[in-house]
C-alpha cells in the first residue's frame, strides 16, 4: 500500500473498476421512466449553506474516487488486489441487487423490499464497501482517504434523504424507520 501509487495511462490501470461501476450505477436506473432522475436528482433541495457545500464536496470525492483510478496502475502481485478485486465484485453484484429494488418500486413509493428489508440505504453502504474494495485493489492509501471523505458527505446527505422521505411518504415511512436500521 502506498499513499499515492506510480500515476501512468494504460490498458492495465483500475479504468476497469471505474467502467463497470458506471455500466452498473448509470445503466440499471434506465430500465424504467423516471428512476434515473429520482436516483440521482437531490432529495431535498439544499436547504442550508452547509447541505450545499455538503453536496459539492460529496461530488468532488465521488468524481476523485471513480476517474482516479484511471490512472492507477492494477499490481497483481498483492494480496491487496485480490482482496480488494474480491471487495469490489461482492459489492458490485450487491450494488446491482439495490439498484434492481429500486427501479422495480413504483416511483410514488417508498423502496421497502429486498436490501432495503435490512437497510434503509443499501446503496450508500455498497457503494462505500465497493470503493475501499478499489482502494485496497489498488493499494491507494490517497483513494482510501478521499472515498473516507465520501464517506461522511453521504452520511450528512441521507440524513436529509431521510427528512424528504418523512415529507413525501409520511406515516408509512416513519414506520419503515422504526423497523429498519438506517445502515446496519
Known amino acids: 500500500m502506498e499513499l499515492v501509487p506510480e500515476f501512468s495511462i494504460g490498458l492495465w490501470n483500475g479504468w476497469w473498476f471505474s ?4 455500466i452498473v450505477n448509470q445503466g440499471i436506473p434506465f430500465f424504467r421512466k423516471g428512476t434515473h432522475k429520482r436516483l440521482f436528482t437531490p432529495a431535498n ?12 464536496i ?3 470525492a465521488w468524481i476523485g474516487s471513480v476517474f482516479y483510478p484511471v490512472f492507477v496502475p492494477i499490481n497483481t502481485g498483492t494480496v491487496y488486489f485480490y482482496a ?3 471487495i469490489y465484485l461482492a459489492g458490485m453484484a450487491l450494488n446491482a441487487i439495490a439498484l ?11 423502496i421497502v423490499k429486498g436490501l432495503y ?6 446503496i450508500y453502504i455498497i457503494y462505500n464497501f465497493t470503493w475501499y474494495g478499489v482502494g ?3 493499494g491507494s492509501w490517497l483513494l482510501i482517504i478521499l472515498h473516507t471523505i465520501e464517506v461522511i458527505a453521504c452520511h450528512i ?5 431521510e427528512r424528504y422521505c418523512l415529507q413525501k411518504y409520511g406515516r408509512e415511512y416513519q414506520d419503515y424507520m422504526t423497523k429498519v436500521p438506517r445502515y446496519f
Not at 433541495?45 to 459539492?56: F, G, M, R, S, V
Not at 434492481?100 to 417508498?110: A, I, K, S
Not at 428489508?117 to 443499501?122: A, D, E, G, I, Y
Not at 446527505?157 to 434523504?161: F, Y
Request: hydrophobic residues 40%; neutral net charge.
Open 19 to 22: 467502467l463497470i461501476y458506471l
Open 117 to 122: 428489508r435490512f437497510s434503509r440505504n443499501p
Open 45 to 56: 433541495p439544499h436547504k442550508t449553506l452547509w447541505e450545499a457545500i455538503n453536496y459539492y
Open 157 to 161: 446527505i441521507t440524513l436529509s434523504e
Open 58 to 60: 460529496s461530488w468532488v
Open 136 to 138: 485496497l485493489a489498488l
Open 100 to 110: 434492481w429494488n429500486y427501479v422495480t418500486t413504483p416511483l410514488d413509493q417508498p
Open 84 to 86: 480488494g478485486t474480491c
